[in-house]
């Protein structure tokens, strides 16, 4: 008893005096060196460890690119797994700088949290996958079906509102990690493993029969997916939306990690505005004018970032679809830095 | 429920009202001032002090919240300085009475503690109104939107947060009650067994007890789980027992008892059976102490229990149907196996956790209850002999109240223990009320101060529940000191 009122007053304490929500966040980046990046526990593609321990992954870019903007120098950033359920008060928090996993950017979130979705890296739907042994061609067949999901998760609520609206019943089973819906649903607890598209990609590399299963066509939900920040700090929050649109401004023009230090050489003035070689656009930001420069010599451009951890030539096999260039048909749009 | 939660709901904007948390401050250290000075018998001077007291802060409430302090501390030290008469001692003067001296250093740590709490909390306040983060208790009336698998009270979509906290209370309760229940007959049993001149038995309760304890229970957790869905038919199959009791990988399914309207009669005839049984052995036992004439009561006891309740309920005409799970063959891939919600369903989630929980703890116990054996010394058995009584009533009148003494406050504390650790039900999805409340709804509201705060209230109240039970039971059993 002693100790329970002990944690709750600690509890108290760190809600109420623990608040690093300071409005500086550069710099307190800048004073530790690095950038502290919340990102997932283990999702194939997004964020990820391969068998050195290094992390991989569209998310993991994001923030490689937003410490190249930074420091000028991709490296210099840590990396802290979060579960969907914990990732929002470990950002409100001051635990992390900037959350990038996979997070659904919703209307709720970005209004009650004190959060600031800084735009989105990948446009995704909930879908649902099933065995294949099962024979089932679409998602209106899945009444009395038992899903496993995660818990704190959009996914969640939509397959509740999708068989509630479709008058099928079901029954939720709800992990808190991703690791126990894949191990529950290979041993045939569920009927029905639902969550992002994109998320089953990567979560069906880990099931001990892979192509046993199937991804139903029905997609049941909007899920954009984007790094997350604080509110109440402006220019970190420009930072980090800047990045991204630097990334998908370099694929429009052309700039890439290969013809890098040939752009640097260019006479267009857009590449020019975007690599720092004419006007002072890093400065607004509080960051060197060769901020974007060293986010596509040291990370890539978007499209490249895509093709290297997500795209048809990785084993999540995703195609661009609506992640493509808004000029090739897509959604991935950004402003013009001008 | 619903008007508790309205006056929840009510309290943002009353909080956010700096100047009412200035009001509630003095109220609090009023309060604390005169429960001290009450406390104190014999003082006048300090009775005096109080009314000071009490005016003072009365005025202030009109004032401010500074001058509300200040008129208080003022008052306080009057109230000491007022000359007082010691019972024994005459007028003495305040800074020479060691009682008076402590109190003023109970006032002060007072004072500092309230302050303390009163600057957590508007700070609280503050930074997540700074944070833009939503705060107050209007969420638990929101529409919570998610689904549950296990729901003890009617539980929809569209129920709110404050219902999920219901279910998820529930949950917890229910799986630490059940817990608690099989871990204390296990725990005996194997206690008893560690004590066995049986080698094999011997061995064999050693070996539980050195397994089970050095396990996590976390991994005992993800054992039964993944064991128990990995070693039953999969849905679309089940074995059966008495073509009653199923079992299959989405859980137990049983028939589930539907009392009818006369139903009540057979509990009302249950609890006056308990009742009457009880009055019996008192009766009985006041007998035997003026005659010595010994009375069955436990069994006579026990026959009224079973006999009265099933005559009310022949008497009634049955009242109790039964729902058996539906189980479909065919059809539609996904409509075969057991129908949700029809009969009753016992999810392997509750399963495992249940096992896991019990198994563990099981094994702790068995350690107390040897230890409590062991520690009533031989001597109290010959003693017992020497004045004739057979081995029967020595175990029962001598040997097992000496022992439960010993046993009761390490019980206590595993039974706590048990309950705490309930809250890791997370990890196999298990919807207590850590998974749906401190988990899922957290997150989806994004209130992690309030909602930790209640959890963390939660599990004080069934803690100190539990405690306040066994420490009754204990003090009942007690040695009575002459
Ligand atoms: N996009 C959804 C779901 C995100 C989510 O947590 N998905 C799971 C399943 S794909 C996941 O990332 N698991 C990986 C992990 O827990 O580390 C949301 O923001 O709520």
């Known amino acids: ?338 | 429920m619903q008007g508790l939660i309205d006056r929840i709901t009510s309290l943002p904007e009353w909080y956010f009202e700096l100047g009412r948390i200035d009001v509630t401050f003095a109220i609090l250290m009023l309060a604390g001032v005169i429960a001290t000075i009450m406390s104190w018998k014999g003082r006048p001077g300090m009775l005096v002090g109080a009314a000071y007291v009490v005016v003072a802060v009365v005025l202030a409430y009109f004032m401010s919240f500074q001058a509300a302090v200040g008129l208080g501390m003022i008052a306080s030290i009057a109230a000491l300085l007022v000359p007082n008469i010691h019972p024994e001692h005459g007028t003495i003067s305040w800074f020479n009475d060691p009682r008076a001296r402590g109190l003023i250093a109970q006032i002060i740590l007072f004072l500092l503690v309230t302050f303390g709490i009163y600057a957590m909390v508007t700070n609280t306040i503050v930074n997540l109104e700074r944070q833009n983060i939503a705060s107050g208790f209007g969420f638990l009336n929101q529409t919570a939107g998610f689904g549950i698998n296990q729901t003890l009270i009617p539980y929809t979509e569209e129920s709110t947060y404050g219902q999920t906290f219901i279910v998820g209370l529930l949950n917890t309760i229910l799986v630490a009650i059940v817990g608690i229940f099989l871990a204390t007959i296990l725990g005996f049993i194997v206690g008893v067994a560690r004590l066995s001149k049986n080698w094999v038995i011997n061995k064999i309760a050693y070996w539980y007890i050195e397994v089970m304890r050095n396990v996590p229970l976390l991994l005992h957790i993800f054992v039964w789980y993944f064991a128990v869905l990995r070693a039953v038919p999969d849905k679309r199959d089940k074995w059966s027992l008495f073509d009653t009791f199923h079992l299959n990988i989405y859980g137990i399914w049983a028939p589930e008892p539907l009392p009818g309207p006369m139903f009540w009669m057979t509990v009302v005839a249950f609890l006056a059976a308990i009742v009457i049984a009880f009055i019996l052995a008192k009766l009985a036992k006041a007998r035997q102490m003026r005659t010595g004439e010994t009375f069955p009561s436990f069994w006579v006891g026990l026959a009224i229990i079973i006999i009265l309740p099933l005559a009310a309920f022949f008497a009634t005409g049955s009242p109790l149907d039964f729902e058996h799970p539906k189980f479909v063959a065919e059809g539609p891939i996904f409509k075969r196996g057991f129908e949700f919600q029809s009969g009753l369903q016992v999810i392997p989630e509750f399963i495992a956790l249940l096992l896991a929980l019990s198994i563990y703890t099981a094994a702790y116990i068995a350690e107390i209850v040897r230890a409590g054996i062991l520690a009533v010394s031989h001597g109290q058995t010959e003693a017992a002999n020497a004045l004739g009584l057979r081995s029967g009533p020595t175990l029962r009148l001598v040997v097992i109240p000496q022992a439960l003494r010993v046993i009761i406050p390490p019980l206590t504390n595993q039974y706590l223990n048990l309950t705490k650790n309930s809250s890791l039900a997370v990890a196999i999805a298990y919807p207590d009320l850590v998974a749906v409340f401190a988990g899922t709804t957290l997150n989806q509201t994004g209130q992690a101060v309030e909602i930790i705060v209640i959890t963390m209230l939660v599990y004080l109240g069934l803690s100190l529940v539990t405690s306040a039970i066994m420490n009754w039971y204990n003090s009942r059993i007690a040695l009575v000191e002459r």
């Open chain 1, 1 to 338: 008893m002693k100790v329970l009122s002990r944690v709750a007053l600690g509890a108290l304490v760190a809600a109420g005096f623990a608040t690093s929500a300071s409005a500086a966040t550069l710099d307190d980046i800048k004073k530790k060196g690095h950038v502290q990046c919340g990102v997932s526990q283990g999702l194939p593609g997004f964020s990820n460890t391969d068998d050195s321990g290094k992390w991989t992954g569209i998310d993991v870019d994001l923030c490689r690119a937003v410490a190249a903007a930074v420091f000028g120098d991709a490296t210099k950033v840590k990396f802290t797994p979060l579960s969907a359920k914990e990732r929002f008060t470990a950002l409100q928090s001051g635990e992390v700088d900037i959350l990038s996993r996979n997070t659904t950017w919703t209307m709720g979130r970005d209004t009650a949290l004190g959060l600031n979705f800084a735009g989105v890296n990948y446009y995704d739907g909930q879908g649902f996958m099933v065995p294949k042994k099962l024979n089932v061609k679409s998602a209106l067949e899945l009444g009395g079906a038992s899903v496993c999901t995660n818990t704190g998760t959009t996914t969640e609520l939509n397959v509740a509102d999708y068989f509630r609206s479709n008058n099928m019943k079901y029954e939720v089973v709800a992990f808190e990690k991703a690791d126990e819906v894949v191990a529950a649903y290979d041993a045939g607890r569920c009927d029905v493993y639902t969550t992002d598209r994109s998320g089953l990609a990567a979560q069906r590399l880990k099931l001990s029969k892979a192509d046993d299963h199937v991804v139903l066509p029905e997609i049941i939900s909007k899920e954009p997916l984007g790094p997350v920040v604080r509110q109440g700090d402006d220019q970190w929050f420009n930072i980090v939306k800047w990045t991204h649109f630097a990334m998908v401004n370099a694929e429009e023009m052309g700039v890439s990690k290969a013809n890098h230090a040939e752009m640097m050489k260019s006479a267009n003035p857009g590449i020019k505005r975007l690599l720092g070689t004419e006007g002072d656009f890093g400065s607004k930001l509080g960051l060197g004018n060769d901020w974007a420069s060293s986010v596509i010599s040291q990370v890539g451009n978007y499209g490249e970032v895509y093709e290297a951890n997500v795209g048809p030539n990785t084993p999540l096999k995703l195609a661009r679809g609506s992640n493509a260039l808004w000029t090739k048909g897509g959604l991935q749009y950004a402003p013009p830095v001008r």
